[in-house]
Every structure is written in structure tokens, then in C-alpha cells.
């Protein structure tokens, strides 16, 4: 064989290589662009619909189909050959994953059924981790392994201890209950940092304010029911803030209502130089008119103060609303958020955007999706807990910091 044969036929390999990537991007953004299709995913929205289950028949040949390619830059950070997978269906309202390195399960909030669930990593299972929880949404592990859980009900932030006992991280600021913890992230200073929105001042995850307060000014409603002799109700005392709870105890209030109303899921940077919350829509008792659905980026400097607040983005992807909620990094700095369409089928799921605000990607469920985190052995699994299931597909990136 000659050389000119060689170079011949290793030059029409790589066009063919080459073209069958740029037909993969191209079809990943052309089947993006439905902007006037509002609802129209092939594949989430089949008659029959897509199954996602463990004897579901084979949709996979290279990319999931529902695995949308919106930048080309996307394609190093997901993995091919792997499909998406519900792992779990069977909550109200599924919340709060987080990723136990150390004992390698997945556990998430089950917030209406008042109980945490956790997935095995060795054979699937799934089973009641903890019940009942006070109406637990978000949830996370610290440096040293511990669940870090929000309550509703009890208006708190707890810790469990590795001998089995259980601390109360944050229970009120200046002398006034919280609303509702949302949602939590470690710092590697020790400290924790959380959302307090209102969205527990409602019958469904939590519990209504006493008569008269902001989510129950008719007086209509009795928190009482449902609940233990002695439970004692609150009611609203305080704006929705961001805080921070230095290892002394301390509780800082590090981003107000006016910079940020209801605001919910949050997330570091892989180097905790930037802070990113989601601000979502107005609560149980809200006054004022909500948050936009958007997510906004802080400077946070060595003395743990944010400054240079910035939009990072509208979230509006197609003309739609991908009203964001959990957030995570990966270790390139890329952020991960879940997404609330609402009604446009096709939509919610996932969103991927880089640290500029650049859209990358969007990972398409059928269902809208609260809460994501990154898990697995080897930390390159996303798992995205979405109203009744529990789903997860692998990556070619790892998520940064614990789960």
C-alpha cells in the first residue's frame, strides 16, 4: 500500500469523523431552536412517551436525544454513549439531592410526604432514609461528611452529627424565626451559607403562618393540624435574606430582600471567589412582587462580604422561561441549574451556561425539575431530583466541591 494510499484514506476517515460531528451539533441546535414549537420535544413529549426506566428499550446510539447540544463547547461535558435514567418515581415533590462521598448513597426531600429517601449506588435501591423530617427541602453534605438538611416546619437549619444526634445550625436571626431554609451550602472555612424564602408558609411543605400573619391573613387556615401536642406555629417576622453562619455560631445576614427577593437555590464557585442565587417568585405572604426567575452572581471577598452584584441571566432559553431553582458548579466552572418551564413540555429539566452567562446546554425532562447535585464514585454523575422521580445520567465533567 502506498503512502499516498494511507494519507488518502486517513484523510477521508477524518472528514467523515468530521462531519458526523458537525451533524450531531447541528442537530442538537436545530432541535434547540423551537422557539415557535413551544412544548414541541420529540422526545420527551411521544405518544407513547418516553420511557426512562431501567427496562426501557435502547434511545441511545450516541447522544441521548435529550441531551441538547445549544453551544458546541458542550460536547466535552457530557458523556456519549450513556442514557438518561430515572432511577426513582414515586415522591409528591422531590427536592434537595445531595451526594454522601463517604457512604456513597444518594439521599433527597420527599417534601409533602415529610421524609428524605436515599438511592444505593450498589444495587439502586431505594428506600425512607429518615421520616419524618419537618418538611426538609434543601439538603447537603459538609467538609467533614455531615448532612447539612433545611426544614420548613420547624423554620431551621440542622446538622447530623456522626455519633447520631442532630444541631441546630440556625434558627432565627436577631432574635426572629426564619421563614422557611431553602437551601444550603458549605464553605471550606466551616462556615455555612442558606437561602430563606417563604415558600414552607404553606400547607403543602410546611406549615402556615398563626392567624393574621402574612400567609394566612384570614385566619382560616390551623397549622396545628397535622402536627404532634405542643407543636407551636410562627409567623412571618422577617424579610427573605440569604445568611451565613460563621463556625462560632454566629448568624450573618450577607444578602437582603431589596438586593435579592426570594431567593432560593445557591451555589460556589469552584474557587468560592463568586456566589450565585437563584431569586424565584413571590411566596406564601409576599407583599412585594417576587423575584424575576433569574440568577444572580457576588464577588465574595476575603472577609466573606459579596460585592459587585451582577444578572448573570434571564433564563430565558427559545422565548421560554426556564425559571431556574437548585444550582451547582462543576469543576470547570460552569453552572448547572435546574429548570421550571412550567407547561411548556420540553423545557424543564436542566440548563448549562458558562461562567460568561453563555447558554451551553440543556438536559430535557419530562417533568419540572427543582434541585440537581453531582454524585457517583467519581463525582461525574448529575442526579436531578424532578416533582415525582429521580433521575441521573453520567458526564465528562466532575462537580466541584462536596456533594
Not at 20 to 46: C, D, F, I, W, Y
Not at 118 to 128: A, C, I, K, M, Y
Not at 176 to 200: A, I, M, Q
Request: with cysteine.
Amino acid at each position: 500500500m502506498s503512502a499516498n494510499s494511507t494519507m488518502s484514506r486517513r484523510t477521508v476517515v477524518q472528514a467523515l469523523a468530521a462531519g458526523a460531528g458537525a451533524l450531531a451539533v447541528g442537530a442538537h441546535a436545530a432541535s434547540a431552536q423551537t422557539s415557535g414549537e413551544r412544548g414541541a420535544a420529540p422526545t420527551t413529549v411521544t405518544t407513547p412517551a418516553r420511557d426512562f426506566g431501567p427496562n426501557a428499550p435502547p434511545t441511545t446510539y450516541f447522544w441521548d436525544p435529550d441531551v441538547v447540544a445549544v453551544d458546541p463547547a458542550f460536547n466535552g461535558l457530557v458523556q456519549a454513549n450513556t442514557p438518561i435514567l430515572r432511577l426513582y418515581k414515586g415522591t409528591l415533590w422531590a427536592e434537595g439531592p445531595a451526594w454522601s462521598a463517604q457512604g456513597r448513597y444518594l439521599l433527597w426531600s420527599d417534601i409533602p410526604n415529610n421524609r428524605q429517601m436515599r438511592w444505593l449506588e450498589d444495587d439502586g435501591r431505594v428506600s425512607v432514609f429518615r421520616s419524618p423530617t419537618n418538611n426538609s427541602n434543601g439538603n447537603a453534605f459538609d467538609f467533614q461528611g455531615r448532612q447539612l438538611s433545611c426544614e420548613h416546619l420547624t423554620r431551621r437549619v440542622v446538622r447530623y452529627e456522626h455519633d447520631g444526634t442532630a444541631s441546630v445550625i440556625a434558627d432565627a436571626y436577631e432574635g426572629k424565626r426564619l421563614n422557611s431554609p431553602n437551601d444550603v451550602v458549605p464553605h471550606p472555612d466551616g462556615s455555612v451559607w442558606f437561602t430563606d424564602p417563604p415558600y414552607g408558609g404553606q400547607l403543602y411543605e410546611g406549615e402556615p403562618d398563626i392567624a393574621g400573619g402574612p400567609s394566612n391573613a384570614a385566619g382560616r387556615l390551623n397549622p396545628r393540624i397535622g402536627q404532634p401536642a405542643g407543636f407551636q406555629p410562627g409567623r412571618r417576622e422577617l424579610p427573605t435574606n440569604v445568611y451565613r453562619v460563621d463556625p462560632t455560631g454566629r448568624v450573618d445576614l450577607v444578602i437582603s430582600e431589596s438586593q435579592l427577593p426570594d431567593p432560593n437555590g445557591l451555589t460556589f464557585s469552584p474557587d468560592y471567589k463568586r456566589l450565585y442565587v437563584a431569586s424565584t417568585g413571590r411566596g406564601p405572604g409576599d407583599t412585594g412582587s417576587g423575584g424575576k426567575g433569574d440568577v444572580h452572581v457576588f464577588d465574595v471577598g476575603a472577609d466573606n462580604k459579596l460585592s459587585n452584584q451582577k444578572l448573570f441571566s434571564d433564563f430565558m432559553v427559545d422565548g421560554v422561561k426556564c425559571g431556574p431553582d437548585g444550582l451547582r458548579c462543576d469543576v470547570n466552572g460552569n453552572l448547572w441549574a435546574s429548570s421550571n418551564a412550567r407547561r411548556v413540555v420540553g423545557y424543564s429539566g436542566v440548563t448549562v451556561w458558562n461562567p460568561d452567562g453563555k447558554l451551553l446546554g440543556r438536559i430535557r425532562l419530562p417533568e419540572v425539575t427543582g434541585n440537581i447535585c453531582f454524585g457517583g464514585a467519581k463525582r461525574n454523575r448529575l442526579f436531578m431530583a424532578s416533582s415525582q422521580s429521580l433521575y441521573a445520567i453520567y458526564l465528562a465533567t466532575q462537580g466541584a466541591g462536596p456533594g
